[in-house]
C-alpha cells in the first residue's frame, strides 16, 4: 500500500474543457494510486462531472465505485481519489453544466504505485 509520503511518479494537466465533453486520455500503465484535482471556475447552476478509465482507450467506464456522477454547485478546487485500482488509461468528462455555458474546468492527474 502507498503512504502518504510515496513519490508522485506520473503528473499530468489535462486540457481544459470549456464545454461538455472529455479531455484527452492519459496512459497510465503501471499506476494503481490515482489522484484528481479539478478546479471549476466561472460555474452558472452546476455541471456534472465523470472520471473515466479504460483498458483500451476506446470503451470507458465511471471509476466511481458505485457508477455515481459527481455533481459541484460551487467554484472552487476538488479532488477525487481511487486507490488500489489498475486500469491502462483515464480521462475527465464533462457530462453536463446547468444555467449556462460559461464553466471551465481544469484537472490535474496524479498517479502512484504499490
Known amino acids: 500500500m502507498q503512504s502518504q509520503d510515496s513519490p508522485v511518479v506520473l503528473k499530468h494537466n ?3 474543457l470549456k464545454a461538455v465533453g472529455e479531455t484527452d486520455s492519459l496512459n497510465v500503465i503501471g499506476m494503481s494510486y490515482h ?4 478546479k471549476i471556475a466561472s460555474i452558472n ?3 456534472v462531472l465523470r472520471f473515466e ?12 465505485d458505485n457508477r455515481i456522477d459527481i455533481t459541484e454547485t460551487a467554484n472552487g478546487t476538488y479532488k477525487k481519489h481511487k486507490p488500489n485500482f489498475r486500469c491502462d488509461y483515464v480521462r475527465g468528462y ?10 471551465t474546468v481544469d484537472i490535474v492527474y496524479i498517479g502512484g504505485k504499490e
Open 14 to 16: 489535462f486540457t481544459q
Open 45 to 47: 447552476t452546476n455541471v
Open 94 to 103: 464533462l457530462v453536463s453544466e446547468s444555467g449556462g455555458s460559461d464553466v
Open 53 to 64: 478509465g479504460s483498458d483500451d482507450s476506446t470503451d470507458w467506464f465511471n471509476l466511481d
Open 35 to 38: 489522484t484528481f484535482k479539478y
